[in-house]
């Protein structure tokens, strides 16, 4: 099976029905695990991306929250959430077919604290340099939630 064409397929299916143009196909041992298009438009929901969507459904079927074995096709170069949650899943490899600069002249999702443009470099400045306000609001006693996190999951030796 040609999983770069069913990514495209997938992507285009969602655009003919009113959705964004992405989509995410996750496979392991040449099996179709999970796939997804981006359901932003269609749920309101700014993390539907299709990446993320996909990766839910994987672990879900696969009872685990490691897709090491598994291989993620996208139909273009991730955005900053969506490369976040590939890497905490860690699959073998992502394929993407597309970049952010193939599909500009076409596509623009800009939003008050996020342009795909500017949002690496927002992501790496200091806490107090970015955007988006942020504040701490420091209290001791949520360290102690790490704590018990630690007791209760230490390795037997």
């Known amino acids: ?21 992405f989509a995410t196909v996750i496979v392991r041992d040449g ?19 299709a990446e993320i ?7 879900r ?6 897709l090491t074995d598994c291989d993620i096709y996208i139909l273009a170069s991730p955005c900053p959430m969506c490369l976040g949650s ?3 899943c ?3 490899q992502v ?18 604290y996020f342009e795909l443009d500017t949002f690496y470099a927002e992501f790496s400045k200091p806490i107090e340099e970015r955007r988006l306000p942020m504040l701490r609001q420091r209290d001791d006693a949520a360290i ?7 007791q209760l999951n230490a390795k037997q030796a």
């Not at 394929?95 to 008050?112: L, N």
Request: hydrophobic share 30%; aromatic share 10%.
């Open 1 to 21: 099976m040609d999983f770069v064409k069913r990514t495209i397929d997938l992507a285009m299916k969602n655009v003919e029905e009113g959705g964004r143009p």
């Open 31 to 49: 099996e179709v695990v999970a796939e997804s298009p981006n359901k932003v438009a269609q749920t309101g929901d700014p993390t539907a991306h």
């Open 53 to 59: 969507l996909a990766i839910r459904e994987a672990c």
């Open 61 to 66: 079927k696969l009872g685990t929250e490691h």
């Open 86 to 88: 590939m890497y905490y």
């Open 90 to 92: 860690s699959p073998r």
């Open 95 to 112: 394929i993407y077919v597309t970049t952010r600069e193939d599909y500009a002249p076409y596509y623009r999702d800009d939003r008050k």
């Open 144 to 150: 102690e939630v790490y704590r018990r996190w630690q």
